[in-house]
């Protein structure tokens, strides 16, 4: 069984540059959703995917943006970087088929902002 | 507003010393509970979920349990490798995750 898998794990970008993060899902899996992780706080949730429509959003702009595609892989694109944004990006897979709720995470990509 | 609050923000033992981290919550509609591990730069790993006030669950040296305003992980006897940053989670009516910030528990040796 494959685990959820992101890329890159490390990057660093400038103010107002676009960035795309990427998230293979864990085998059998059909719903990917991102968080984002500040330093010391817990993760906040930006979006979730579910056949390749968005289907639940949190409190952030719409410089940020995703992509689910067929193989039910994803995308997190922020465009117009600020340093705010620097953080840990988390990608998180589960499965419509199962009530439990459980979500299984990826190792994040680490965002810097300068 | 939905809110998931953890405490205390950091918690030192000494190996063997054992102690509770508490997650209050206030979260409409909950439909569970969660635990979260979370080692420094990794991912979150899934510990436990609770679905109703009164269920406890087991693992190794963790024990999670859950009234209706809070849940606490009791951790037993613990060892160095218990290190981590532990996360809590309320599962709110439309299926969401909100979180709380989460207790650093330090083992020392």
């Known amino acids: 069984e494959t685990g ?11 103010r107002g540059q676009q960035v795309t993060l990427r998230c293979s899902s864990q085998s059998g899996h059909n719903t990917v959703s991102w968080y984002q992780q500040a330093l010391g706080q ?13 289907n639940g959003r949190g409190n952030f702009p719409p410089r940020f943006s995703g992509l689910q595609f067929p193989n039910y892989s994803s995308e997190l694109n922020v465009n117009a970087l600020e340093l705010d944004d ?24 680490r965002l810097t902002v300068l | ?5 953890q405490s205390p923000e950091a918690l030192r033992l000494q190996e063997g010393e054992s102690s509770s981290l508490n997650c209050s919550y206030t979260v409409s509609g909950l439909r569970g ?10 991912g979150p790993e899934f510990l436990f979920t ?11 040296r963790l024990k999670a349990t859950l ?19 532990y996360l809590c989670a309320g599962w709110d009516s439309n299926y969401q995750l909100i979180w709380g910030a989460g207790t650093k528990l330090i083992i020392k040796p």
Request: aromatic content about 12%.
């Open chain 1, 42 to 54: 817990g993760p906040q949730f930006i979006f979730q995917y579910y056949r390749e429509e968005e």
């Open chain 2, 33 to 42: 509970l969660f635990w979260y591990r979370q080692d420094p730069g990794k």
């Open chain 1, 4 to 14: 959820v898998t992101q890329s890159p794990t490390h990057l660093i970008k400038t």
């Open chain 2, 67 to 85: 009234t209706k305003k809070e849940s606490f992980l009791h951790i037993t006897a613990p060892k160095p490798e218990d290190s981590a940053t």
């Open chain 1, 86 to 109: 620097s953080a840990l990006y988390l990608c998180a897979s589960s499965s419509s088929r199962s009530n439990t709720g459980e979500l299984f995470f990826g190792e994040g990509s």
């Open chain 2, 1 to 5: 507003e939905d809110q998931v609050t």
């Open chain 2, 50 to 60: 609770l679905y109703s006030a009164g269920e406890e669950k087991e693992k190794e």
